[in-house]
């Protein structure tokens, strides 16, 4: 069985007040992986601006 599978498995099994805090738990693993992605969007904006700033930049992606 892999991961997804075990855990549908537990969640059967287990009281609704346990399941409450499974979802609370999830919901932040959830923000707390989206924001890691923005984070790494943010700071590779400001190494990547110098490139797209250039003249070259916009003459290259003009026609699209």
Do not use: C, G, H, T
Not at 3 to 8: G, Q, R
Not at 20 to 44: G, H, M, P, T
Not at 47 to 52: F, M, T
């Amino acid at each position: 069985m892999n991961a997804k599978e075990l855990l549908i498995k537990e969640v059967e099994n287990i009281p609704e007040f346990i399941l409450e805090e499974v979802w609370d738990f999830l919901q932040f693993l959830k923000i707390k992986y989206d924001r890691n992605k923005l984070e790494a969007s943010l700071l590779s904006e400001s190494a990547l601006q110098k490139d797209w700033l250039k003249p070259e930049e916009d003459e290259a992606w003009q026609n699209l």
